[in-house]
C-alpha cells in the first residue's frame, strides 16, 4: 500500500491540509481542505483563535477519512515566534497573542539597554525582530508567565493538543533568538532576562523525528483515520526551504507569502559583523543546515490593500490592473515598521510618499505596481547584501509560495537583480512539510533526491533578466534609501 501523507500548512491569512502519495518518482498534491486564519483584538490584544484552527484541522482530518483515507501520517507547520502557555493542568492559559500586536514596540531598545544587540547576535545569530519570542516573552504578563508549565510555540502546540506528546521543535525553537548556537541549547542568561525557565520548554527535537499517534478518544465527535504524527521543520519558512527545487549552483531562496523571506541554506552559520549589520538570521533548518534570510514585508501589504478594498478583486486581478501601469513611479521602504500593522495600508503608502515627496499612487493598480516595483527592488537589494556577505555570487533565484505565481513580480525581480529567476512551487510550504515526513518514514531518501522529485513533480517556470533598462533606476532606488537611512539614524 502507498504511505499516505496530509500536511497541515497555517500562514498568516489561511490554513489547508494537502494530501500526498508517491508514485513512479511524482509526488501528487492535493488540496483536502482549506480555511481562514486572522488575528482579532481580544481582551486587550490582538489574538489568534486556536481553538477555531484547531477545530478546522479536525474537519479537514473527517474529510480525509471520508474520501477513503483511513491511515495517514501528519506533519504541521505554521508561522513562527508565536506561543501557548500552558498551565499545570496541561490547558492553555489564553488565547496566543499575534506577533503583530503592539504590545513589543519598544521591546528591542527596552531589552538591549540591558544586554547588549552585539551579544545577542552573537549567542544566537538570530535578526533583530521585535516580534521574536524573547521580545514578547519579555512583556508577557509577569503572573500568567509564573503560572505557565510549559511554553510551546504555535505548532507544538497543536501537536501537543492532538497527542498529548510536547517537544519544542528546533527550526522554529530557534527563531525565538533564545537558542545558542554553540550549544545548541536555550541560552540560560537570556532566558532568565525575560523571567523564564529552561524547564518551561518542552525538550528540543530536530525537524523529521516521529511525535506519536493521534489521540483520538479525545476527539470522538468527529470520524477520523488513523493518524501518526511526525514533527516536521515546523517552522514554515524551513519548510518552503526543504520544499524548493533547488534550481541553480549558488541558489537563493525567496519564500513568498504574507512575509518575503529572501536567503540561502548555509551548512555554517553566518554570524560575522557584516551580517549583524545587515541585520541577516541564521534560523535553524531541517537536516543541521541554517536559513541565512531577512524579512522583507512582502505580500503582506497586498493582503491589506485588497481588504481595504473589501476583497473585492482577487489577487490576480489585482496583478493584473498592476500591469497596466508603468513600474518605479515611487521609492518606497517595504521594510518600514510602519507597514507592520496599520490601520490603513492604503493611506500608510500615500502618507510615505507624500512626506518623501512623491507622486501618490491612488487607483487599484498604481498601489498594487508601487508594491511590486519596490519588492522587486528590495530583494534585488539583497540579492547584492547576500552577495557580498558571503563573498561569492548568488547566480540563481527560486521563489516559491503565493507570490510565485505573480508573472509580473517575478519578471521585475529578474530583471533588476540581473539573476535568473525560477517560480514554483507555490505549495513548497506544504511540500517541504510532506517531503520531511516521506524522508522519515524512509519513502525518500534525502532532501538532495527530495529536490529532484519536487522538480519533476511541479510546474516551474523561468524569468531572464530583460534588457538592462532599468539599471539607473536601481541604483537610484538605492541612492534614495540611504538618504532615508541616514536621516533616521
Ligand atoms: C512566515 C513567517 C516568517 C516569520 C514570520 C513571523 O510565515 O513564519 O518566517 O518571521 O512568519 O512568524
Known sequence: MTNTYVAVDIGASSGRLMLSQLKDGKMSLKEMHR???????KQGHDRWDIDHIIKEILLGLEKIKQAGYPDISLGIDTWAVDYVLVGKDGKKLEDPISYRDARTNTAIKDLTARVSKEKIYQKTGIQF?????LYQLFKEDKDLLAKTDKIMMIPDYIGYVLTGKA?????NASTTQMLSLREGLFDKNLLKEVNVKPEQFPKLVDAGTPLGKLDKSKFSKYDLPDTDLITVASHDTASAVVGSPGMGHHWAYLSSGTWSLIGTELNVPENGSKAFAENYTNEWGAYGTYRFLKNIMG???IQCVRREFNNKYSFSELAEKASTVKPFQQFIDVNDKRFENPKSMISEIKNYCRETGQQIPESPGEICMAIYSNLALFYAQQIQKLNDILGYKIDT???VGGGSNVAL??????TISGIDVYAGPDEATAIGNLTVQMITKGDILNVYLARRIISDSFDIKKYLPQEEKYHRIFEEYKEFMQKIHQKSN
Do not use: H, K, R, Y
Not at 525582530?129 to 519570542?133: I, K, R, S
Not at 517537544?167 to 527550526?171: A, I, K, P
Open 35 to 41: 480555511f481562514t486564519n486572522g488575528f482579532s483584538f
Open 129 to 133: 525582530l521585535d516580534f521574536n519570542t
Open 167 to 171: 517537544v519544542s521543535e528546533v527550526t
Open 299 to 301: 505580500l503582506w501589504m
Open 397 to 399: 533565484l527560486n521563489i
Open 409 to 414: 513580480l517575478n519578471q521585475l525581480t529578474a
